[in-house]
């Protein structure tokens, strides 16, 4: 029973090409987010939503776009792929909004952009 | 600007030593303090949070101290096991907004 699902978990792409990534979790969660994590482990926030409401953007280039379909998953989308964008993405859930309810997060995919 | 400071980067200490991992934060909003572990290949899991009502909080070996006047809390991990190599996080939040600010990590070695 995995609590936060990603796929895929390995992604490999020449730069220019436009990639998704998606994200279910089964813990009835109301808020989801994504972090990106680079090659020196620093975990920075992305994006956060709330029953399907964007309530977080961090700065983060607009060739990124979330997408909640539903409270359950929330997909990231990436046009235009960059060398830099090559890290570990991980998708995490929590019950409410509060910043002191315990994230639960997924696998991660890592994406490595040649 | 990063709004929690985290050290050392990394330590390494023998089977049954102390590792101790420090935080500073910046903003005295902040109420919630929880630390993440992290394994190689898998994503963080939180392993024990406290808030700034309590000076410590224990959870089997694994001890938070924290100091609101100093702005600064700290994870001691007791009687240190191989199992608790990994890369520890500290975080901090306020309860009102959804953001949690991250340290850099800390990879911890426990060498037996």
């Known amino acids: 029973d995995t609590a936060v699902s990603q796929t895929p978990k390995y992604l490999v792409t020449q730069m220019g090409n436009d990639k998704s990534i998606k994200c279910e979790q089964n813990?009835?969660?109301?808020?989801m987010y994504w972090y990106k994590q680079d090659s020196k482990k620093f975990l920075k926030i992305m994006f956060s939503?709330?029953?399907?409401?964007?309530?977080i953007n961090e700065t983060v280039p607009n060739r990124f776009s979330p997408k909640s379909p539903d409270k359950a998953h929330l997909n990231l989308h990436i046009n235009s792929l960059e060398l830099g964008d090559s890290a570990v993405y991980f998708c995490?859930?929590?019950?409410?909004?509060?910043?002191?309810?315990?994230?639960?997060f997924g696998p991660g995919t890592r994406l490595t952009v040649l | 600007q990063q709004q929690v400071k985290q050290s050392p980067q990394s330590l390494i200490v023998q089977k049954g030593g102390i590792s101790i991992i420090n935080c500073a934060y910046e903003?005295?909003?902040?109420?919630?303090f929880p630390w993440y572990q992290q394994f190689p290949g898998k994503g963080p899991a939180l392993l024990i949070a406290i808030r700034p009502d309590v000076s410590e909080k224990k959870e089997g070996r694994f001890t938070i101290s924290f100091n609101k006047s100093a702005k600064q809390f700290s994870l001691h991990i007791m009687d240190s096991q191989p199992g608790d190599s990994a890369t520890y996080f500290c975080a901090s939040g306020t309860s009102n907004d959804y953001k949690l600010s991250f340290g850099a990590g800390t990879t911890v070695t426990v060498r037996a």
């Open positions: 813990l009835g969660h109301d808020t």
């Open positions: 939503y709330n029953n399907k409401e964007l309530i």
């Open positions: 903003n005295t909003a902040f109420d919630y």
């Open positions: 995490a859930s929590s019950q409410g909004g509060g910043a002191g309810d315990t994230q639960y």
